[in-house]
């Protein structure tokens, strides 16, 4: 079965250091792997995926994600942080050999950037 | 601007009323599904349509029956409320690439009293 986990229930950090939001997964495949951005009273909003290729993919925001497939990880990052990047954040996973089934989300990581 | 749209915003219910939630799409999207995002809990999924005129059971689909009225439509109907339904509930749509991620609408928040 398709699982995520994001083992962090919350993240602080202060503005201008970076910052990394963790989510490991399991697939019996191959991983097609997303991560989406919830500010507050809003919908989820995608923020960049790993499909093939580089294993380093940028996304919205001036994100980043690095796909590990050895630790089976897909940890988000931003260089420097923002005030207005405090959201909620969701990683998600779909095993490639399971044809076009639904997304699997992880519980989601509150970020919190203190100014 | 395109996307997907959901209806109503708010809707407080009491316990044993029906309701209907819609969801419509314009991106020409094959796939369509209904998430309930609950506290700790993040995303569950309720139903899905991989197609037009196909629907299945996500995780959590007791409670609830969905309708793909066509392409664009997505229905999630709650016969007869429960406190356990308070919840907000998303709609998305997807293409049907193994790549394609989500776009979602902005949520529909429902209370059951």
């Known amino acids: 079965a398709q699982s995520v986990a994001q083992p962090e229930d919350q993240v602080n950090v202060a503005e201008g250091n970076p910052l990394t939001v963790k989510c490991t997964y399991s697939v019996s495949g191959n991983p097609y792997l997303f991560w989406y951005v919830q500010y507050p009273n809003r919908g989820l909003q995608f923020l960049l995926k790993?499909?093939?290729?580089?294993?380093l993919v940028k996304g919205s925001y001036g994100f980043e994600a690095e796909f590990n497939k050895s630790q089976t990880s897909f940890h988000l990052k931003k260089p420097s942080a923002l005030v207005s990047d405090s959201a909620l954040y969701f990683c998600a996973v779909r095993d490639v050999s399971k044809g076009n089934t639904p997304l699997v989300f992880g519980k989601g990581t509150r970020l919190s950037v203190i100014a | 601007n395109a996307g997907v749209t959901q209806t109503p915003k708010f809707q407080v219910l009491k316990t044993g009323q029906s309701m209907t939630l819609q969801c419509a799409q314009d991106?020409?999207?094959?796939?369509m599904y209904w998430y309930r995002q609950d506290p700790g809990m993040g995303l569950r999924l309720i139903y899905y349509s991989a197609s037009e005129g196909t629907t299945d059971k996500g995780e959590v689909p007791n409670g609830y029956n969905v309708s793909r009225l066509n392409k664009r439509e997505f229905s999630l109907r709650l016969e007869s409320a429960a406190p356990s339904q308070t919840s907000v509930y998303f709609c998305?749509?997807?293409?049907?690439?193994?790549?394609?991620?989500?776009?979602f609408g902005s949520g529909t928040r429902l209370t059951v009293v």
């Open positions: 790993y499909i093939t290729g580089d294993n």
């Open positions: 991106m020409n999207h094959n796939s």
């Open positions: 998305a749509s997807s293409e049907v690439v193994r790549g394609g991620g989500y776009t």
